[in-house]
Nanobody
Framework: QVQLVESGGGLVQPGGSLRLSCAASGFTFALYTMNWYRQAPGQERELVATINPAGDNTNYSGSVKGRFTISRDNWNHTLHLQMNSLKTDDTAVYYC?????????WGQGTQVTVSL
C-alpha cells in the first residue's frame, strides 16, 4: 500500500530555512508527479509545489515561489522541499502527496512553525 512519511519540520525564526523530506513506498515512485501541500489552522489544505516524474519540471504557488524548491531522488524514493526565507505565514502542517488511479494519498504531515 502507498506510504508517505514526512520529516524535517520544526521551529524556526523568520528568515530561516528548513528542508523537508518525504520517504515514499508502496508504488513506483519514479512514475508519478509528486506534490507538497500545507494546511494552516482553520484553513484549507493548499498545494504549494509540484514536480513531474523526471524531476525537470516544477511548479509553485505564488506565495512560495522564489523561496521554496521542490526536488526528488527517484533512486531513493524520496521527495524534498527546501524552504528558505521563511515567514510566519508559512506556519502549517506540511504534507507530501501523490495521486494514484484517481485517489489522493498523503502522509501524516510534519509541523513547521515560524516564530520569534
Amino acid at each position: 500500500q502507498v506510504q508517505l512519511v514526512e520529516s524535517g519540520g520544526g521551529l524556526v525564526q523568520p528568515g530561516g530555512s528548513l528542508r523537508l523530506s518525504c520517504a515514499a513506498s508502496g508504488f513506483t515512485f519514479a512514475l508519478y508527479t509528486m506534490n507538497w501541500y500545507r494546511q494552516a489552522p482553520g484553513q484549507e489544505r493548499e498545494l504549494v509545489a509540484t514536480i513531474n516524474p523526471a524531476g525537470d519540471n516544477t511548479n509553485y504557488s505564488g506565495s512560495v515561489k522564489g523561496r521554496f524548491t521542490i526536488s526528488r531522488d527517484n533512486w531513493n524514493h524520496t521527495l524534498h522541499l527546501q524552504m528558505n526565507s521563511l515567514k510566519t505565514d508559512d506556519t502549517a502542517v506540511y504534507y507530501c502527496g501523490v495521486r494514484r488511479f484517481g485517489t489522493d494519498f498523503w502522509g501524516q504531515g510534519t509541523q513547521v512553525t515560524v516564530s520569534l
